[in-house]
């Protein structure tokens, strides 16, 4: 099966940010319970 890397290049994107902003707000959750 053939995909477009933009695609996956987009995917990636999006899941890097995804994954920074989860990280990101956890972070400050926890700190703002401390």
Not at 5 to 12: C, E, L, Q
Not at 15 to 27: C, E, H, I, Q, R
């Amino acid at each position: 099966m053939h995909i477009e890397p933009g695609i996956v290049d987009g995917a990636k994107i999006a899941l890097s940010y995804a994954t920074a902003s989860g990280a990101g707000a956890y972070a400050l959750s926890v700190a703002w319970k401390h």
